[in-house]
C-alpha cells in the first residue's frame, strides 16, 4: 500500500504531465477510462491557473512571445517547477532562471532579463509598506555614528543589471502605448531600479553610482561603504542630491545606527 506521500506525488505528477496519469489511475475507485478522464479535466485546470498566475506576472514577456508560445513555456515551466506556494501570486520566481535554458527561446536572449525586471515588479506589488523615514532620528545622530549606519530600503525595492534597454522594453509594452515599436541596443549596462513610492510600482534607469550605492545596502554595508563602492562604480555620485530623493519616493525608509 502506498504511504499519503506516495500518492500525493502520483496525484501530483499525474495532474502536471500526461504522461504520468497512467500510472495514477489506479488510485481512483472509477475505471481505468473514468479516472484518466477526470485526470485530464483536473490537469486542464491547473494549467489553466498556472499559465493564468505566469501571465499576471509576466505580461511583457507573454506580449513578446505571443499568447500560444507562452501557454507553452508555462506548461513546461510548471512541468519543471511545481508551486511549493499555497498563494498563486508567489509562482514564478524561477521563471526568468526556466527561459535561460529554455531552448525554444534562444533566440530572444534579451527575455530572461525582461523576466527578472517583471518579476521584481510583481513582488514590489505585493510587498508589505514601511513607515516613512524618520529624518529627526537621523539629525539626531551624532556625526561620528552617522557614517556607519546602514540604510534601509523599502520591502518593495528591486534592483537589476542588465545588457539590454529594459526600460525603454517595459515603456513600449504598456497599454495605450502608440509611439515607435523601435528598440535600439544597448551601448553599455543599464541599471534599474524598481520601487513603489505611493500605490503604484515605478520602473526608473538609474546611474551606475546609484545603483551600487543602493545595491551594497541589501549586502548590509555601511554608509561609508555603500558610498566607496558608488564613487568607485561613478566619481560623480552625489550622495546629498539623490538622498533627500529616495527618501521622498520612499526607497530609502529607515536606518540602523550603530548605537542600535
Given amino acids: 500500500m502506498l504511504t499519503l506521500g506516495q500518492l500525493q506525488v502520483a496525484f501530483a505528477a499525474a ?11 489506479c ?23 498556472v499559465e493564468r498566475a505566469l501571465s499576471a506576472a509576466y505580461p511583457i514577456t507573454a506580449q513578446i512571445v505571443g499568447g500560444a508560445f507562452f501557454a507553452a513555456m508555462a506548461s513546461a515551466y510548471a512541468k519543471s517547477t511545481p508551486s511549493t506556494h ?38 514590489a506589488h505585493y510587498a508589505g509598506d514601511a513607515a516613512p ?32 534597454p529594459l526600460t525603454r522594453i517595459r515603456d513600449i509594452h504598456q497599454p495605450g502605448y502608440a509611439g515607435s515599436m523601435e528598440v535600439e541596443p544597448a551601448v553599455e549596462t543599464q541599471y534599474v531600479l524598481v520601487s ?48 533627500p530623493t529616495w527618501v521622498a519616493n520612499r526607497v530609502v525608509t529607515n536606518f540602523v545606527s550603530p548605537q542600535g
Fill in 133 to 164: 523615514f524618520d529624518a529627526a532620528a537621523l539629525v539626531a545622530l551624532p556625526p561620528d555614528a552617522q557614517e556607519h549606519l546602514r540604510l534601509t530600503l523599502h520591502p518593495a525595492v528591486g534592483l537589476l543589471a542588465s545588457p539590454y
Fill in 15 to 25: 495532474v502536471t504531465d500526461n504522461a504520468a496519469a497512467p500510472s495514477a489511475a
Fill in 196 to 243: 513603489r513610492p505611493r500605490f503604484r510600482v515605478e520602473v526608473d534607469a538609474i546611474g551606475a553610482g546609484s545603483f551600487a550605492f543602493l545595491e551594497a545596502h541589501t549586502r548590509g554595508e555601511s554608509l561609508t561603504g555603500a558610498l566607496t563602492a558608488a564613487l568607485a562604480a561613478d566619481p560623480r555620485f552625489d550622495l546629498a542630491g539623490s538622498l
Fill in 86 to 123: 499555497a498563494d498563486l501570486n508567489c509562482y514564478g520566481a524561477e521563471f526568468s532562471a526556466f527561459l535561460e535554458s529554455f531552448e525554444h527561446a534562444q533566440n530572444l536572449p534579451y527575455l530572461p532579463d525582461v523576466a527578472r525586471m517583471e518579476w521584481l515588479m510583481h513582488r
Fill in 27 to 49: 488510485l481512483f475507485a472509477d475505471d481505468s477510462a473514468s479516472a484518466l478522464q477526470g485526470l485530464a479535466i483536473y490537469r486542464g485546470s491547473v494549467q489553466a491557473k
